[in-house]
C-alpha cells in the first residue's frame, strides 16, 4: 500500500527544508525525500563552505589594511587551520543535526531517490534498493535544486574537473589551479585558494568582464583585486580542449589563442543547470531536463489540478539559495490557502559576492532598468566620502551607486562594493522592496561614524 501524506516534497535542500517545514507546522502531514544530505548543496558543498574558505582571507585582507595590526601580520594563513574550519562548518559532512530538526519539525525524512509515477505519486528508491510508493492528498513540491553544468570541450570530463563540490571541499590545496568562468563561484574560489597558497590562479572567461551581470564598477574593482591578490584574469579567452592522462595528475589546457595552459587542478564554473532529467516529469507531461515552469504562486504551469508546485533552482526563477528559500515560504503559504504571489524575484533580488572586496546588489541594475524602458537617473559615490570607511583601515577601494525610478522616485536597484557592504546591503533591500520613497529616506538619518552615512551621500549627490 501507499504512505498517504497531505504533502510530499521531493528534495531536502533549503528550498525543501523551507517548504516542509512551513506545510508541517500548518497542520499537513509532510514527507521529505532526499537523496543526500539534508540541507542540500547551500550547506555542504556552496554556500557555507566557501564563505568558510574566505572569511579567514577577508580577516586577513583587512588586517593588512588596517594601521598598527598590518605592522605584526606578516604571515600567511594557516591553510590547514582553514580547511579544518571548513569541515566543521559542515559538520564533517554529516547532516544529523538536520535530521535532528527534521524529526522536531514533525517531517517524515524519507531518504532515497525520488521521482513522480504520475499525479499526486511519488515513487522513492531506497537506499537499499527497495521501492516505497507515497500519495499526495494535496500538494507535492519539487525542490530538487540544480547541479554544475560541464560544457562539451574535448577531453574536459574526462580530465575529472572540479566542480563547486571539489572546489570548496578539497582537502588540500592545489599548486596550480585553472578556473573556467567569471562569475561568482569562480570570482570567489579564485581568491580563496590563491590566499591559501596556490602558487598559480588562473580565471578563464569568454567575455570581456568578470561578473557580467553586475553594475561595470563593481565588477572592474573585483577584477583589479583579483589581479592585485595574484589572481591572473584572462578575459575574452576560450579552452577548446583539455587533456589528462587518467584523469589525473598535470593537465594541459589548449586555449583558443593556440597557447597551452598547465595546471594540477581544473575548477568549472560554467554555470548551473536544473536537476529534473530523472524526477519523472514526463509522467505528469513536462519535460525532462527542463526547468519547471510557474506562475506567481509557484504552481506547475502545464499540470492540471495545481497540485504541483516548484521552488528553488528548480524553476529556473532565480538561482540563489535565499530566493529559493523565500519560494519555498510562499509555496507552503499558498499549499495552506494563504494564495500569496512571489514578487521579489524580478524586483528586489538581494546577492552577495564575498570577495573582498565584498559585493552587494539588490533590484535593477542600470542596464536592466533601461532595458524595461524605464525612466531612471543613477547616483554614484566612493565609499571613501565618509569617514566611517576610513576608521575600517586605510587603501579600500569602493563604491555605491543607486538606479532611481524618476517617475515614482523610488529606488529600483543599488550596488555596493566595499570591505563588508553584504551587511550594509539589507538597508537597501527594504528600501527596494518597500518602495520607500527618496524624500522620506532622506530622514532615516545614518549614525555617525557608520559606513553607512553614505547614504547621506547618496541623497545628497540625488539633490535633496
Known sequence: MADAFDVVVIGGGPAGENVAGRTAAGGLATALVETELLGGECSFWACVPSKALLRPSEVHWLARH????????????????VLAYRDKMVHGYDDKGQAEWARSAKLEVVRGHGRLAGPRVVRVTTRDGATRELTAHRAVVLATGSRARIPDIPGLREAKPWTNREGTGSKKVPRRLAVLGGGVVATELSQAWKALGAEEVTLIQRGGHILSRLEPFAAGLVEKALRESGVTVRTRTQVTRVH???????????LDSGETLRADEILVALGREVATRDVGLETVGLTPGKPVEVDDLLRARGVEGGWLYACGDVNGRNLLTHMGKYQARLAGDNILGRQEEAWADARATPQVIFTHPQVGAVGLTEAEARERGLQVRTVQVGL????????????????????????????????????????MLH?????????VPLDRLWHSVPAFPSVSEVWLRLLEAYGL
Open 427 to 435: 538597508a537597501a533591500t527594504i528600501a527596494v522592496a518597500g518602495e
Open 244 to 254: 589528462r592522462s587518467g584523469g589525473q595528475g598535470e593537465a594541459t589546457l589548449t
Open 66 to 81: 588596517s594601521p598598527g595590526v598590518r605592522e605584526v601580520v606578516k604571515q600567511p594563513l594557516d591553510a590547514s587551520a
Open 384 to 423: 571613501d566620502s565618509v569617514a566611517g570607511t576610513d576608521l575600517l583601515g586605510q587603501g579600500f577601494e569602493g563604491g555605491v551607486k543607486l538606479v532611481v525610478d524618476e517617475q515614482r522616485r523610488v529606488i529600483l536597484g543599488a550596488t555596493f562594493v566595499g570591505p563588508g557592504v553584504g551587511e
